[in-house]
């Protein structure tokens, strides 16, 4: 066995942010993928308060092979939409099981923007971008609490590094500038 050796409250920052990219989905996904997404996001988050040891690879592995034959017997196929976000939503709570380095933390996290983003393929309201904003900013405050350990309010780097990137983005071509920066660029002749 593994021992868990990251730090609790920038875990629970991340698995929040797991469970607010998920969560949408479970009116799309069977109540089984759910059912087992939020079993295992539980049984990481109590393995990391405990601080006990990982489950061992072999089990991690079993599951895993379930969770496909699984996908494979409720979609008869490993492709398409649905098929793939099932499997992303499993195959992430999954990756949770074996997360015990900094570089698992960033795989983690940018499979959580990549589940984010998958959110738009069932609604593209004003909402679901609303939702999906607050859950980037969640995911990057994880990302902000275990890279920069000295910093006491995450939440806080986060809302400013997603702001600027936010006005940062506006000077995209196709898209009006937003802040005076941006507008103050000079033009070509």
Same mark, same amino acid.
């Given at each position: 066995?593994?021992?868990?050796?990251?730090?609790?409250?920038?875990?629970?920052?991340?698995?929040?942010?797991?469970a607010l990219a998920a969560a949408p989905h479970a009116?799309?996904?069977?109540?089984?993928?759910?059912?087992?997404?939020?079993?295992?996001?539980?049984?990481?988050?109590?393995?990391?308060?405990?601080?006990?040891?990982?489950?061992p690879r072999w089990l991690v592995l079993l599951v895993?092979?379930?969770?496909?034959?699984?996908? @494979?017997?409720?979609?008869? !196929?490993? *492709?398409?939409?649905?098929?793939? +976000?099932?499997?992303?939503? /499993?195959? $992430? #709570?999954?990756?949770?099981?074996?997360?015990?380095?900094?570089?698992?933390?960033?795989?983690?996290?940018?499979?959580? @923007?990549?589940?984010?983003? !998958?959110? *738009?393929?069932?609604?593209?309201? +004003?909402?679901?971008?609303? /939702?999906? $904003? #607050?859950?980037?900013?969640?995911?990057?405050?994880?990302?902000?609490?275990?890279?920069?350990?000295?910093?006491?309010?995450?939440?806080?780097?986060?809302?400013?590094?997603?702001?600027?990137?936010?006005?940062?983005?506006?000077?995209f071509p196709g898209c009006p500038g937003r802040c005076?920066?941006?507008?103050?660029?000079?033009?070509?002749?």
């Amino acid at each position: 066995m593994i021992q868990n050796a990251l730090p609790l409250r920038n875990s629970v920052w991340l698995y929040s942010a797991l469970a607010l990219a998920a969560a949408p989905h479970a009116s799309h996904l069977p109540v089984w993928v759910t059912s087992a997404a939020a079993l295992l996001l539980a049984w990481r988050l109590y393995l990391s308060w405990k601080q006990t040891p990982l489950p061992p690879r072999w089990l991690v592995l079993l599951v895993a092979a379930a969770a496909l034959g699984g996908v @494979y017997l409720t979609q008869r !196929t490993l *492709f398409g939409r649905e098929a793939g +976000v099932m499997l992303l939503v /499993l195959l $992430l #709570a999954l990756k949770l099981m074996e997360m015990r380095t900094l570089r698992d933390v960033h795989v983690v996290t940018f499979l959580a @923007y990549f589940l984010t983003l !998958t959110n *738009f393929f069932y609604s593209q309201t +004003v909402a679901t971008a609303i /939702l999906m $904003l #607050a859950t980037v900013v969640v995911i990057t405050a994880s990302l902000v609490g275990f890279n920069a350990p000295s910093c006491r309010a995450p939440a806080r780097c986060s809302r400013r590094r997603v702001r600027s990137c936010c006005s940062c983005s506006s000077s995209f071509p196709g898209c009006p500038g937003r802040c005076g920066a941006c507008r103050r660029t000079p033009s070509r002749p």
